[in-house]
DNA sequence: CGAGATTCATGTGAAGTATACCTTTAGGCTTAA
DNA sequence: AAGCCTAAAGGTATACTTCACATGAATCTCGTA
């Protein structure tokens, strides 16, 4: 009770030096700086990715100059470090613009699959407004309307606009590629300032799929980021670790065992580093002294558990009320198939339980059809022939998390 | 017995509705000159 | 008269509903061997 008291209250704030006296008293504290781990932080130095950033260096350079930088491309799996070398160069090239004394430079970061965001262009352009300073109503203004506001805000005076687009495929797939097309469009409708655009893309297919306007216009320049491989990761865990982890606390092995676990995983940094922050986490709850080669097996299992259950959690009631019924279906059926009737049929009793508003048969297809794009279950049309035609339905959870599932969707129906 | 017709239970697309929220506009009230 | 506030009018996005039609194999029907 008492660890698990302290871990949350490391996890609440940043530990100050009082904190960190306190801490060592308290507790076995195995972290040094526990945010070090954590994705959004970045790093002095990045490993392994010299080649890369200088790169994206050379392409953003003339910025500086007051001229345009091309258009940029990244690719690469998820963890390369796309992410992380963009904003860093980004960074660096805004600071030394501000050292320079040319002000008209901004640059600014947007991530087309973060929840607020993501689903629909308006709301894309909406938070680019936003990093801009401005605000847009949530609703209500012609699509339109919200570039010429975006347009306007930039064009008032001379200046460089640096946009990066991440997960730029998510948002494409969503919506369509005509918005990239506008945004490139842009810029010969500016008078003043002048847009650069960075995409960034896990998928290494996307490009091909993409209206040729667009993929010319997007791709003028394209970078890619190769997976890391087991002995960089290796390298960029024991750097991090190093100003994360008090000295010593760390098994024989534990590194190696993190960064071979993520090179499995197509060579994804930030899995190996929240791989390693988690085991430090569980070694810290069960009060050892150190991080155990074990203790990785756990975390590795706690955090896709975790992913699960987040995405669960944040899902609104409707589309709550329809997976529990899923839920509840795969517990009572065991191996029976489960289809769409069954599933609109336990949804229509549990809204009438939770005294819930009901939605129709067409639109709970739809939800259902949601659910399965997001691999939370998997649905398949089958016709049953003389018995007409359906979905038929599995439950993807992993065993071991079906019933903290039930239990959060439990809470958050209030059941 | 087999080929076609039927049938069921939903999938799926299009169009319409409700709601929430936004801008613009016009009128009315206040205030300062 | 200028400035400010408010309410009404006119619009849009989103989530959902309604309507209508599409599906596709199990099952039925019926002609034929």
Redesign the pocket.
């Known amino acids: 009770m008492f660890i698990i008291g302290t871990v949350l209250l490391v996890e609440r704030g940043k530990m100050d030096k009082l904190d960190k006296i306190f801490d060592s008293y308290v507790s076995n504290n195995l972290f040094k700086s526990k945010s070090i781990l954590q994705s959004n932080y970045s790093p002095e130095s990045i490993l392994h990715r010299g080649e890369q950033i200088e790169t994206i260096a050379s392409i953003l350079g003339p910025v500086l100059k007051g001229e345009r930088a091309s258009n940029l491309f990244l690719y690469g799996k998820t963890g390369t470090g796309k992410t992380l070398s963009a904003k860093y160069v980004g960074e660096k090239i805004e600071s030394k613009a501000k050292e320079t004394g040319g002000e008209g430079l901004k640059f600014l970061y947007i991530n087309c699959k973060s929840k607020k965001v993501s ?5 894309i352009v909406a938070e680019i407004i936003k990093l801009l300073g401005g605000s ?8 339109d ?1 919200v570039y010429t506001r975006f347009t306007d805000m930039i064009d008032w005076k001379k200046q460089n606009i640096i946009l990066v687009l991440d997960e730029i495929d998510q948002a494409v797939k969503k919506i369509s590629d005509d918005f990239i097309y506008t945004l490139t469009r842009i810029n010969s409708e500016l008078k003043n300032a002048q847009i650069s655009l960075i995409g960034i893309s896990n998928s290494l297919t996307f490009m091909d799929n993409l209206d040729p306007r667009v993929r010319s216009s997007l791709g003028e320049e394209e970078i890619v980021f190769p997976p890391y491989n087991a002995l960089q990761l290796r390298d960029i865990l024991k750097f991090r670790a190093e100003l994360a982890f008090e000295e010593g606390v760390l098994e024989e092995g534990v590194i190696e065992k993190c960064a071979a676990y993520a090179a499995r995983e197509h060579g994804d940094a930030r899995r190996a580093l929240d791989l390693l922050r988690v085991a430090g986490e569980i070694a810290i709850r069960e009060g050892k002294k150190k991080v155990l080669l074990k203790h990785i097996d756990m975390a590795n299992e706690k955090i896709e558990k975790d992913k699960m259950l987040d995405i669960i959690e944040s899902e ?1 009631t ?1 589309f709550q009320l329809v997976l529990y019924s899923i839920v509840l279906l795969d517990a009572q059926r065991g191996r029976e198939r489960i ?4 599933v ?1 049929n336990t949804y229509f009793d549990i809204c009438a339980k939770t005294k819930n ?13 949601e659910f399965d794009m997001l691999g939370m279950i998997n ?1 398949r ?1 089958i ?9 038929e339905i599995r439950l993807m959870l992993a065993s071991n998390i079906k019933d903290k599932a039930r239990e959060i969707l439990e809470k958050g129906l209030d059941l």
């Open positions: 689903d629909t262009e308006y709301r847009v109503p949530a609703t209500g203004l012609p699509t309307a609104p409707q289809f769409t009737g069954d609109y508003e009901r939605l129709t048969q067409r639109r709970v297809s739809d939800i259902i059809a649905a049309v016709s049953k022939g003389r018995h007409g035609r359906t979905r």
